[in-house]
């Protein structure tokens, strides 16, 4: 199995930044794509922003220019970097990743816990 602890989330005020961390921990063979996805109230989950193994990244419109993800992939480890924060940031940011454990076959998703981020107003 594998398991994603994510830290980093909290309380901050509008114009502030954020950093997100998601380490992947467990039965890895291997890892492929990560990313970040995020739900507010009442509201469907979307993403946020991802990257391939190989470092190439895909950001929501609503966040590009403010928000950046990076990855260690000798740490198995993702970041996201968030700055210009705004109230409508609020939201359970989740780690995501796609991954085959060592004793599958098949590439799986695989989500952490999940962590609160709230910009103040």
């Known amino acids: 199995q594998v398991q994603l602890v994510e830290s980093g989330g909290g309380l901050v005020q509008p114009g502030g930044s954020l950093r997100l961390s998601c380490a992947a921990s467990?039965?890895?063979?291997?890892?492929?794509?990560m990313g970040w996805y995020r739900q507010a109230p009442g509201k469907q989950r979307e993403l946020v922003a991802s990257?391939?193994?190989?470092?190439?990244?895909n950001y929501a419109d609503s966040v590009k220019g403010r928000f950046t993800i990076s990855r260690d992939n000798t740490k198995n480890t993702v970041w996201l970097q968030m700055s210009s924060l705004k109230p409508e940031d609020t939201a359970v940011y989740y780690c995501?990743?796609?991954?085959?454990?060592?004793?599958?076959?098949?590439?799986?998703?695989?989500w952490g816990q999940g962590t609160q981020v709230t910009v103040f107003s």
């Open positions: 995501n990743t796609k991954a085959t454990t060592l004793y599958g076959i098949y590439e799986y998703d695989f």
């Open positions: 990257i391939t193994n190989g470092g190439s990244t």
């Open positions: 467990g039965s890895i063979a291997s890892i492929n794509a």
